[in-house]
């Protein structure tokens, strides 16, 4: 018999479109307040027909000395910030010499890049500048995260698209759960750049029919629904052994208690039920629990019609009509990768505060989605175990179960 | 272009892109003594080019200049060579 360890996290850090920090994070979606803004950028750039987004606000990273920062993008700033909060919240001063570290993020920084191939394709590879080649490195947040915190331990950077975040602390809870590791930072990490958009916009799945109306549109459930809004951020997690955490008298937030991800191979861009249901089920039983120990599933649900049906479908298979369910991304959109870490500390610090945002947006449940219990808005719900799904184009599933440390 | 612009050319690059405080900028500076490494050198080149219009990379030579002064006094040949 495999002695596995308890997986404990004692340690959490945000940056999103609503500043930064954990607490503005939770503040924010619990008082129903939407993030999402028209964008200039997008509505003079032919051929997206999709004009809305959200971005995180302007934040002085200077606090990061110039011999680190001069390496990075937007993605690698809010990475820093975020393990820092990480750290701070976890009483940790400066992480042990074999704290791991996982991150990812869907691609590298996309302004770096378009840069980078200009000076390529203008002949002028000369005059492109040292620190854009650590810029562009696919895995340039995990780079630089190491470098500013001094971190010397083993680092993963899984690029899973949209459910990156949630398979990095997936890897990084079934590697501390199997003894290979004993503590880590882990999480996902995305910048917006207008393309992100058009990709969506080239495969008709952009929220389209609210670009005069921002706050509206993106409506996970909704019978209205018409696509995604593209978002950024991060948020990062400090996990440890549950050893680890009571030696060191930690303050122990909450328990991964299980975690599953498989892939779907009918269609690279439809995640159908059937393989949505059994990456759930499959999360469950690494948990060994019931679908009755659920209280609540934090759905991907992104607001396109085809997948938020299949999910909330998936959903009710396995835990009947009964079940509670949400999505945040009616406030914050779609933070690509960073998405599964931003709603799964979310959804983490509710728990603890015995309250629940609810999905905004959702006016009109669309009859197909009507097959669980929606909340619309903020309530008093007192939750001991969740589930966090992210669904990723592509083909990755990932589940992952939360609950209250006992 | 005179010796005064190109000293605050080269000083105005300092400051905003490798963000050297105003103080340090001495002629007898090291890059040594301004915490700079041979990443930040190659990306000064290159800025320096692109500011002046010179090619620095290949009229550079060992003791071409070893302090601020004399990356002054070189872009300015440099400059008087360009416009020669």
Do not use: W
């Given at each position: 018999m495999v002695d596995y360890h308890r997986v404990v996290i004692t340690g959490a850090g945000a940056v999103t479109p609503y500043g930064a920090g954990v607490d503005t994070l939770v503040e924010n979606l619990l008082n129903n307040v939407s993030a999402i803004q028209f964008i200039p950028e997008l509505k003079e750039t032919p051929f997206i027909?999709?004009?809305?987004?959200?971005?995180?606000?302007?934040?002085?990273?200077?606090?990061?000395?110039?011999?680190?920062?001069?390496?990075?993008?937007?993605?690698?700033?809010?990475?820093?910030?975020?393990?820092?909060?990480?750290?701070?919240?976890?009483n940790i001063e400066k992480p042990s010499d074999d704290t791991a570290l996982y991150i990812g993020s869907t691609m590298s920084s996309i302004s770096s890049w378009l840069e980078f191939t200009k000076k390529y394709f203008d002949k002028e590879l000369n005059m492109v500048?040292?620190?854009?080649?650590?810029?562009?490195?696919?895995?340039?947040?995990?780079?630089?995260?190491?470098?500013?915190?001094?971190?010397?331990?083993?680092?993963?950077?899984?690029?899973?698209?949209?459910?990156?975040?949630?398979?990095?602390?997936?890897?990084?809870?079934?590697?501390?759960?199997?003894?290979?590791?004993?503590?880590?930072?882990?999480?996902?990490?995305?910048?917006?750049?207008?393309?992100?958009?058009?990709?969506?916009?080239?495969?008709?799945?952009?929220?389209?029919?609210?670009?005069?109306?921002?706050?509206?549109?993106?409506?996970?459930?909704?019978k209205d629904r018409c696509g995604i809004v593209c978002s950024e951020g991060c948020a990062m997690l400090y996990i440890e052994s549950l050893e680890s955490a009571l030696e060191r008298k930690a303050n122990i937030i909450a328990e991964i208690k299980g975690f599953a991800t498989n892939t779907e191979t009918k269609n690279i861009a439809h995640p159908s039920r059937d393989s949505m249901q059994q990456c759930i089920q499959m999360a469950l039983n690494d948990a060994k629990l019931k679908t009755t120990d659920i209280d609540l599933v934090n759905a991907h649900a992104?607001?396109?019609?085809?997948?938020?049906?299949?999910?909330?479908?998936?959903?009710?298979?396995?835990?009947?009509?009964?079940?509670?369910?949400?999505?945040?991304?009616?406030?914050?959109?779609?933070?690509?990768?960073?998405?599964?870490?931003?709603?799964?500390?979310?959804?983490?610090?509710?728990?603890?505060?015995?309250?629940?945002?609810?999905?905004?947006?959702?006016?009109?449940?669309?009859?197909?989605?009507?097959?669980?219990?929606?909340?619309?808005?903020?309530?008093?719900?007192?939750?001991?175990?969740?589930?966090?799904?992210?669904?990723?184009?592509?083909?990755?599933?990932?589940?992952?179960?939360?609950?209250?440390?006992? | 272009m005179n010796k005064e612009e190109i000293i605050q050319k080269v000083n105005a690059a300092l400051m905003k892109e490798f963000e050297i405080p105003e103080e340090k900028l001495v002629p007898t500076a090291t890059f040594a003594d301004l915490q700079v490494d041979s990443l930040d050198v190659v990306d000064m080149v290159i800025t320096f080019e692109q500011t002046f219009k010179i090619d620095i990379r290949n009229n550079y030579k060992p003791g071409s200049f070893t302090n601020l002064g004399g990356l002054y006094d070189f872009i300015e040949k440099l400059i008087k060579e360009k416009n020669k």
């Open positions: 027909n999709s004009h809305v987004a959200c971005k995180v606000p302007e934040i002085d990273f200077t606090f990061i000395p110039r011999q680190y920062r001069r390496y990075m993008t937007k993605m690698s700033l809010y990475a820093v910030m975020a393990c820092q909060e990480a750290l701070k919240t976890a500048k040292t620190m854009a080649v650590f810029q562009v490195l696919n895995h340039s947040p995990l780079a630089n995260v190491a470098q500013a915190l001094d971190m010397k331990g083993s680092g993963y950077f899984v690029s899973n698209a949209c459910a990156s975040s949630l398979t990095n602390i997936g890897l990084a809870y079934q590697m501390i759960k199997a003894g290979f590791v004993k503590r880590a930072l882990c999480g996902g990490t995305e910048e917006y750049h207008p393309i992100f958009t058009g990709c969506f916009s080239i495969l008709n799945a952009a929220s389209t029919n609210f670009n005069d109306n921002p706050q509206k549109a993106s409506r996970p459930f909704d992104t607001s396109t019609i085809a997948g938020d049906i299949e999910e909330v479908s998936a959903i009710s298979n396995v835990f009947g009509k009964d079940i509670i369910v949400n999505s945040l991304k009616g406030h914050i959109g779609h933070s690509m990768a960073a998405c599964g870490s931003i709603e799964l500390i979310s959804i983490m610090k509710m728990m603890l505060k015995n309250k629940v945002a609810g999905t905004l947006n959702l006016d009109n449940i669309d009859e197909q989605c009507n097959v669980v219990n929606h909340i619309r808005n903020t309530q008093d719900i007192k939750f001991d175990n969740f589930v966090k799904n992210s669904f990723a184009l592509g083909g990755t599933n990932a589940s992952m179960v939360i609950g209250r440390y006992n | -």
